[in-house]
Protein backbone atom coordinates (compact mmCIF):
# COMPACT_ATOMS: atom_id res chain seq x y z
CA UNK A 1 0.00 0.00 0.00
CA UNK A 2 1.79 3.13 -1.06
CA UNK A 3 1.68 6.86 1.06
CA UNK A 4 -1.49 7.98 -0.87
CA UNK A 5 -3.59 4.91 0.02
CA UNK A 6 -2.31 4.55 3.27
CA UNK A 7 -3.41 8.51 3.80
CA UNK A 8 -7.14 7.70 2.81
CA UNK A 9 -7.90 4.10 4.45
CA UNK A 10 -5.73 3.38 7.56
CA UNK A 11 -7.44 5.03 10.72
CA UNK A 12 -4.22 7.14 11.33
CA UNK A 13 -4.17 8.55 7.67
CA UNK A 14 -7.43 9.45 7.99
CA UNK A 15 -6.79 11.77 11.44
CA UNK A 16 -3.57 13.31 9.30
CA UNK A 17 -6.49 13.78 6.49
CA UNK A 18 -8.78 15.51 8.64
CA UNK A 19 -5.96 17.47 10.22
CA UNK A 20 -4.42 19.21 7.35
CA UNK A 21 -8.02 19.82 5.28
CA UNK A 22 -8.78 21.53 8.95
CA UNK A 23 -6.18 23.23 8.58
CA UNK A 24 -6.03 24.38 5.39
CA UNK A 25 -9.57 25.40 6.12
CA UNK A 26 -8.77 27.57 9.04
CA UNK A 27 -6.11 29.31 6.63
CA UNK A 28 -9.22 29.75 3.93
CA UNK A 29 -11.30 31.20 6.80
CA UNK A 30 -8.62 34.02 7.72
CA UNK A 31 -8.35 35.22 4.54
CA UNK A 32 -12.31 35.00 3.70
CA UNK A 33 -12.70 36.74 7.12
CA UNK A 34 -10.03 39.65 6.21
CA UNK A 35 -11.51 39.73 2.55
CA UNK A 36 -15.01 40.34 3.87
CA UNK A 37 -13.86 43.03 6.05
CA UNK A 38 -14.24 45.34 2.92
CA UNK A 39 -18.25 45.13 3.18
CA UNK A 40 -17.66 47.84 6.13
CA UNK A 41 -15.89 50.70 4.10
CA UNK A 42 -18.33 53.40 3.37
CA UNK A 43 -17.98 53.23 -0.58
CA UNK A 44 -21.06 51.71 -1.74
CA UNK A 45 -19.53 48.16 -2.45
CA UNK A 46 -16.70 49.24 -4.52
CA UNK A 47 -13.97 47.95 -2.55
CA UNK A 48 -15.82 44.73 -1.66
CA UNK A 49 -16.90 44.14 -5.08
CA UNK A 50 -13.61 44.80 -6.63
CA UNK A 51 -12.17 42.04 -4.23
CA UNK A 52 -15.04 39.61 -4.93
CA UNK A 53 -13.78 39.72 -9.14
CA UNK A 54 -10.12 39.45 -8.47
CA UNK A 55 -10.95 36.56 -6.10
CA UNK A 56 -13.41 34.85 -8.53
CA UNK A 57 -11.41 35.57 -11.82
CA UNK A 58 -7.75 35.54 -10.72
CA UNK A 59 -6.62 32.29 -12.14
CA UNK A 60 -4.15 31.43 -8.94
CA UNK A 61 -6.95 32.22 -6.56
CA UNK A 62 -9.11 30.12 -8.88
CA UNK A 63 -7.10 27.07 -8.63
CA UNK A 64 -7.06 27.44 -4.86
CA UNK A 65 -10.26 27.47 -4.81
CA UNK A 66 -11.06 23.92 -6.50
CA UNK A 67 -8.45 23.26 -3.85
CA UNK A 68 -10.82 24.27 -1.36
CA UNK A 69 -13.75 22.85 -2.54
CA UNK A 70 -12.03 19.04 -3.08
CA UNK A 71 -10.73 19.50 0.85
CA UNK A 72 -14.15 20.29 1.94
CA UNK A 73 -15.76 17.24 0.47
CA UNK A 74 -13.26 15.26 1.43
CA UNK A 75 -13.46 16.72 5.20
CA UNK A 76 -16.93 15.84 5.56
CA UNK A 77 -16.21 11.94 3.85
CA UNK A 78 -13.18 11.26 6.25
CA UNK A 79 -15.23 12.77 9.26
CA UNK A 80 -17.83 10.09 8.32
CA UNK A 81 -16.17 7.41 7.48
CA UNK A 82 -13.74 7.79 10.89
CA UNK A 83 -17.14 8.44 13.19
CA UNK A 84 -18.77 5.18 11.50
CA UNK A 85 -15.72 3.26 12.32
CA UNK A 86 -15.13 4.78 16.03
CA UNK A 87 -19.00 3.61 15.97
CA UNK A 88 -18.30 0.37 15.52
CA UNK A 89 -14.79 -0.57 17.41
CA UNK A 90 -16.97 1.56 20.91
CA UNK A 91 -17.25 -0.79 23.80
CA UNK A 92 -20.87 -1.68 24.84
CA UNK A 93 -20.26 -0.38 28.11
CA UNK A 94 -19.03 2.85 27.13
CA UNK A 95 -22.44 4.33 27.53
CA UNK A 96 -21.78 4.18 31.46
CA UNK A 97 -17.93 5.36 30.90
CA UNK A 98 -19.55 8.77 31.47
CA UNK A 99 -17.75 10.41 28.85
CA UNK A 100 -18.28 14.02 29.94
CA UNK A 101 -15.80 13.62 32.40
CA UNK A 102 -13.34 12.82 30.37
CA UNK A 103 -13.78 14.61 27.22
CA UNK A 104 -14.83 18.20 26.45
CA UNK A 105 -18.62 19.22 25.29
CA UNK A 106 -17.50 20.18 21.94
CA UNK A 107 -15.06 17.00 21.29
CA UNK A 108 -18.21 14.61 21.91
CA UNK A 109 -19.91 16.87 19.81
CA UNK A 110 -17.95 17.28 16.48
CA UNK A 111 -20.47 15.57 14.30
CA UNK A 112 -23.28 17.75 15.19
CA UNK A 113 -21.45 20.76 14.82
CA UNK A 114 -19.72 19.57 11.47
CA UNK A 115 -23.44 18.97 10.34
CA UNK A 116 -24.66 22.25 11.16
CA UNK A 117 -22.08 23.37 8.88
CA UNK A 118 -22.60 21.27 6.34
CA UNK A 119 -26.21 22.95 6.04
CA UNK A 120 -25.02 26.18 6.67
CA UNK A 121 -22.38 26.36 3.84
CA UNK A 122 -24.96 24.36 1.19
CA UNK A 123 -27.17 27.66 1.76
CA UNK A 124 -24.09 29.86 1.98
CA UNK A 125 -23.05 28.59 -1.58
CA UNK A 126 -26.41 28.83 -2.87
CA UNK A 127 -27.01 32.01 -1.75
CA UNK A 128 -23.53 33.96 -2.33
CA UNK A 129 -21.47 31.74 -4.87
CA UNK A 130 -23.85 30.27 -7.01
CA UNK A 131 -25.38 33.49 -7.59
CA UNK A 132 -22.53 34.76 -8.30
CA UNK A 133 -21.59 32.33 -10.75
CA UNK A 134 -24.46 31.23 -12.31
CA UNK A 135 -27.22 34.16 -11.11
CA UNK A 136 -28.73 37.18 -11.69
CA UNK A 137 -26.65 39.77 -10.32
CA UNK A 138 -27.13 43.28 -11.14
CA UNK A 139 -24.10 45.28 -12.52
CA UNK A 140 -23.31 48.78 -10.85
CA UNK A 141 -21.13 51.03 -12.47
CA UNK A 142 -18.36 52.96 -10.60
CA UNK A 143 -17.12 56.13 -12.12
CA UNK A 144 -13.37 57.48 -10.85
CA UNK A 145 -12.83 60.88 -10.87
CA UNK A 146 -9.36 62.94 -9.99
CA UNK A 147 -10.53 65.97 -7.70
CA UNK A 148 -7.95 67.89 -6.17
CA UNK A 149 -5.00 65.68 -6.71
CA UNK A 150 -7.34 62.83 -5.09
CA UNK A 151 -9.38 59.90 -6.83
CA UNK A 152 -12.88 59.90 -6.12
CA UNK A 153 -15.12 56.99 -6.44
CA UNK A 154 -18.68 57.22 -7.33
CA UNK A 155 -21.27 54.84 -8.27
CA UNK A 156 -23.55 55.92 -10.52
CA UNK A 157 -23.32 59.24 -13.25
CA UNK A 158 -25.41 61.03 -11.30
CA UNK A 159 -23.87 61.01 -8.59
CA UNK A 160 -20.59 61.86 -9.97
CA UNK A 161 -22.32 64.70 -11.15
CA UNK A 162 -24.28 65.81 -8.29
CA UNK A 163 -20.32 65.98 -6.69
CA UNK A 164 -19.36 68.37 -9.47
CA UNK A 165 -22.05 70.85 -8.61
CA UNK A 166 -21.98 70.80 -5.19
CA UNK A 167 -18.47 71.13 -4.62
CA UNK A 168 -16.34 71.93 -7.78
CA UNK A 169 -18.47 74.17 -9.83
CA UNK A 170 -19.45 75.61 -6.31
CA UNK A 171 -15.84 76.43 -5.28
CA UNK A 172 -15.50 77.81 -9.06
CA UNK A 173 -17.81 80.06 -8.80
CA UNK A 174 -16.88 81.13 -5.24
CA UNK A 175 -13.36 82.03 -6.81
CA UNK A 176 -14.37 84.00 -9.70
CA UNK A 177 -16.50 86.12 -7.42
CA UNK A 178 -13.02 86.67 -4.86
CA UNK A 179 -11.56 87.86 -8.50
CA UNK A 180 -14.63 90.19 -8.92
CA UNK A 181 -13.56 91.47 -5.53
CA UNK A 182 -17.16 89.93 -3.82
CA UNK A 183 -16.12 87.35 -0.92
CA UNK A 184 -19.00 85.04 -0.15
CA UNK A 185 -17.22 84.09 3.08
CA UNK A 186 -16.47 87.36 4.54
CA UNK A 187 -20.15 87.98 6.21
CA UNK A 188 -19.10 91.53 7.28
CA UNK A 189 -18.41 92.32 3.53
CA UNK A 190 -21.25 90.83 2.50
CA UNK A 191 -23.17 92.38 4.83
CA UNK A 192 -22.26 95.77 3.44
CA UNK A 193 -23.11 94.31 -0.27
CA UNK A 194 -26.26 93.28 0.53
CA UNK A 195 -27.31 96.81 2.22
CA UNK A 196 -25.74 98.73 -1.23
CA UNK A 197 -28.03 96.29 -3.28
CA UNK A 198 -30.34 94.43 -1.21
CA UNK A 199 -31.17 92.00 -4.40
CA UNK A 200 -27.91 90.98 -4.39
CA UNK A 201 -27.96 87.35 -3.44
CA UNK A 202 -30.80 86.65 -5.47
CA UNK A 203 -28.81 87.80 -8.41
CA UNK A 204 -26.08 85.34 -7.24
CA UNK A 205 -28.07 83.04 -6.89
CA UNK A 206 -29.46 82.72 -10.26
CA UNK A 207 -26.29 83.43 -11.72
CA UNK A 208 -24.83 80.36 -9.50
CA UNK A 209 -27.53 78.31 -11.07
CA UNK A 210 -27.04 79.18 -14.52
CA UNK A 211 -22.78 78.60 -14.31
CA UNK A 212 -23.63 75.20 -12.63
CA UNK A 213 -26.38 73.78 -15.05
CA UNK A 214 -23.94 74.89 -17.83
CA UNK A 215 -20.24 73.71 -15.94
CA UNK A 216 -19.14 69.99 -16.95
CA UNK A 217 -16.62 68.64 -15.17
CA UNK A 218 -13.82 66.90 -15.63
CA UNK A 219 -14.22 63.30 -17.22
CA UNK A 220 -14.03 60.20 -15.08
CA UNK A 221 -10.24 58.69 -15.54
CA UNK A 222 -11.94 55.18 -15.35
CA UNK A 223 -15.59 53.55 -15.62
CA UNK A 224 -15.86 50.04 -13.99
CA UNK A 225 -18.83 47.82 -14.39
CA UNK A 226 -18.82 45.42 -11.22
CA UNK A 227 -21.16 42.29 -10.48
CA UNK A 228 -22.92 44.09 -7.11
CA UNK A 229 -22.37 41.04 -4.41
CA UNK A 230 -22.21 43.61 -1.77
CA UNK A 231 -26.04 44.23 -2.55
CA UNK A 232 -26.68 40.80 -2.41
CA UNK A 233 -24.66 40.41 1.02
CA UNK A 234 -26.50 43.44 1.94
CA UNK A 235 -30.25 42.56 1.50
CA UNK A 236 -29.87 39.08 2.76
CA UNK A 237 -28.73 40.52 6.03
CA UNK A 238 -31.97 43.02 6.63
CA UNK A 239 -33.75 39.78 6.41
CA UNK A 240 -33.79 39.01 11.13
CA UNK A 241 -34.51 34.81 10.83
CA UNK A 242 -30.95 35.01 8.06
CA UNK A 243 -28.88 36.95 10.17
CA UNK A 244 -29.76 34.43 13.23
CA UNK A 245 -29.20 31.83 11.22
CA UNK A 246 -25.85 32.62 10.45
CA UNK A 247 -25.38 33.52 14.12
CA UNK A 248 -26.45 30.06 15.02
CA UNK A 249 -23.57 28.51 12.38
CA UNK A 250 -21.10 30.66 13.29
CA UNK A 251 -21.84 29.60 17.13
CA UNK A 252 -21.64 26.07 15.66
CA UNK A 253 -18.22 27.27 13.71
CA UNK A 254 -16.74 28.71 17.31
CA UNK A 255 -17.31 25.59 19.18
CA UNK A 256 -16.22 23.22 16.07
CA UNK A 257 -13.00 24.98 15.93
CA UNK A 258 -12.62 25.04 19.95
CA UNK A 259 -11.73 21.13 19.15
CA UNK A 260 -10.76 20.79 15.88
CA UNK A 261 -7.65 23.25 15.93
CA UNK A 262 -5.90 21.92 18.79
CA UNK A 263 -6.83 18.20 18.50
CA UNK A 264 -5.17 18.83 14.32
CA UNK A 265 -2.33 19.77 15.84
CA UNK A 266 -2.35 16.42 18.18
CA UNK A 267 -3.17 14.39 15.60
CA UNK A 268 -0.22 15.37 13.13
CA UNK A 269 2.43 15.04 15.92
CA UNK A 270 2.64 18.50 17.66
CA UNK A 271 1.83 17.21 21.53
CA UNK A 272 5.48 18.26 22.54
CA UNK A 273 4.76 19.86 26.77
CA UNK A 274 6.48 23.24 25.15
CA UNK A 275 4.09 23.58 22.17
CA UNK A 276 0.54 22.60 23.45
CA UNK A 277 -0.05 25.05 25.81
CA UNK A 278 0.49 27.98 22.78
CA UNK A 279 -1.09 25.97 20.48
CA UNK A 280 -4.47 25.53 23.29
CA UNK A 281 -3.77 29.16 23.33
CA UNK A 282 -3.99 30.49 19.81
CA UNK A 283 -6.86 27.96 19.24
CA UNK A 284 -8.53 29.63 21.92
CA UNK A 285 -8.13 33.12 20.28
CA UNK A 286 -8.57 31.38 16.34
CA UNK A 287 -11.93 30.11 17.56
CA UNK A 288 -13.40 33.58 19.27
CA UNK A 289 -11.95 36.23 17.00
CA UNK A 290 -12.70 34.28 13.29
CA UNK A 291 -16.45 33.74 14.01
CA UNK A 292 -16.88 37.15 16.08
CA UNK A 293 -14.78 38.85 12.68
CA UNK A 294 -17.89 36.68 10.87
CA UNK A 295 -20.56 37.65 13.51
CA UNK A 296 -19.77 41.40 12.83
CA UNK A 297 -21.15 41.13 9.37
CA UNK A 298 -24.40 40.50 9.73
CA UNK A 299 -24.82 42.20 12.64
CA UNK A 300 -24.02 45.52 10.66
CA UNK A 301 -25.99 45.09 8.01
CA UNK A 302 -29.03 44.18 10.03
CA UNK A 303 -28.41 47.48 12.74
CA UNK A 304 -27.74 49.75 9.83
CA UNK A 305 -31.24 48.90 7.82
CA UNK A 306 -33.03 49.51 11.50
CA UNK A 307 -31.62 52.67 12.01
CA UNK A 308 -32.46 53.41 8.49
CA UNK A 309 -36.03 52.40 9.51
CA UNK A 310 -36.01 49.36 7.78
CA UNK A 311 -39.31 47.25 8.52
CA UNK A 312 -38.31 43.88 9.68
CA UNK A 313 -40.07 41.25 7.85
CA UNK A 314 -40.50 37.89 10.10
CA UNK A 315 -42.60 35.96 7.49
CA UNK A 316 -39.52 35.21 5.25
CA UNK A 317 -36.92 32.65 6.23
CA UNK A 318 -34.71 32.78 3.71
C1 LIG B 1 -20.89 35.90 7.85
C2 LIG B 1 -20.17 36.43 6.96
C3 LIG B 1 -19.89 35.90 5.59
C4 LIG B 1 -20.09 36.57 4.44
C5 LIG B 1 -20.65 37.98 4.31
C6 LIG B 1 -19.65 35.73 3.35
C7 LIG B 1 -19.71 36.08 2.03
C8 LIG B 1 -19.33 35.26 0.98
C9 LIG B 1 -19.45 35.60 -0.41
C10 LIG B 1 -20.06 36.92 -0.91
C11 LIG B 1 -18.97 34.57 -1.15
C12 LIG B 1 -18.92 34.43 -2.70
C13 LIG B 1 -17.87 35.25 -3.33
C14 LIG B 1 -16.48 34.92 -2.90
O1 LIG B 1 -16.00 33.80 -3.14
O2 LIG B 1 -15.83 35.81 -2.32
C15 LIG B 1 -18.52 33.57 -0.23
C16 LIG B 1 -17.92 32.37 -0.59
C17 LIG B 1 -17.57 31.38 0.31
N1 LIG B 1 -17.75 31.40 1.67
FE1 LIG B 1 -18.45 32.95 2.74
N2 LIG B 1 -19.18 34.55 3.86
C18 LIG B 1 -19.32 34.58 5.23
C19 LIG B 1 -19.01 33.55 6.11
C20 LIG B 1 -18.48 32.32 5.76
C21 LIG B 1 -18.17 31.26 6.68
C22 LIG B 1 -18.35 31.35 8.20
C23 LIG B 1 -17.68 30.21 5.95
C24 LIG B 1 -17.21 28.87 6.40
C25 LIG B 1 -17.56 28.26 7.49
C26 LIG B 1 -17.70 30.62 4.56
C27 LIG B 1 -17.29 29.84 3.50
C28 LIG B 1 -17.30 30.21 2.18
C29 LIG B 1 -16.76 29.39 1.10
C30 LIG B 1 -16.14 28.01 1.25
C31 LIG B 1 -16.93 30.13 -0.08
C32 LIG B 1 -16.51 29.74 -1.50
C33 LIG B 1 -15.12 30.32 -1.71
C34 LIG B 1 -14.56 30.15 -3.09
O3 LIG B 1 -15.30 30.00 -4.05
O4 LIG B 1 -13.32 30.22 -3.19
N3 LIG B 1 -18.19 31.90 4.48
N4 LIG B 1 -18.76 34.00 1.05
Not at 33 to 45: R, Y
Not at 149 to 177: R, V
Not at 270 to 288: D, E, L, M, Q, T
Request: charged residues 15%; hydrophobic residues 45%.
Amino acid sequence: MNWFTKAFTSSLGRKWVMSLSGLFMCLFLVVHVSGNFQLFKDDAGFAFNSYSVFMIHNPIIKTISYLLYATILIHIIQSLVLTLQNRAARPQGYVHNKPEKSSTWSSRNMGILGSILLVFLVIHFADFWAEYKFGEVKYKNYYTIKYEGENHIFYGKDSAESYYKMYNAESIFIEKLKRKGIDLTNREMMQKLQAENPGLMQQLQMEFTTFSSTYIGPEPIKTEAVKDLYMEVKLAFQQPWYVIFYLISLLALSYHLVHGFQSAWQSIGVHHRKYVPIIKAIGWFFSIAIPAGFAAMPIYFLLDYMKNDGVLDWTRFF
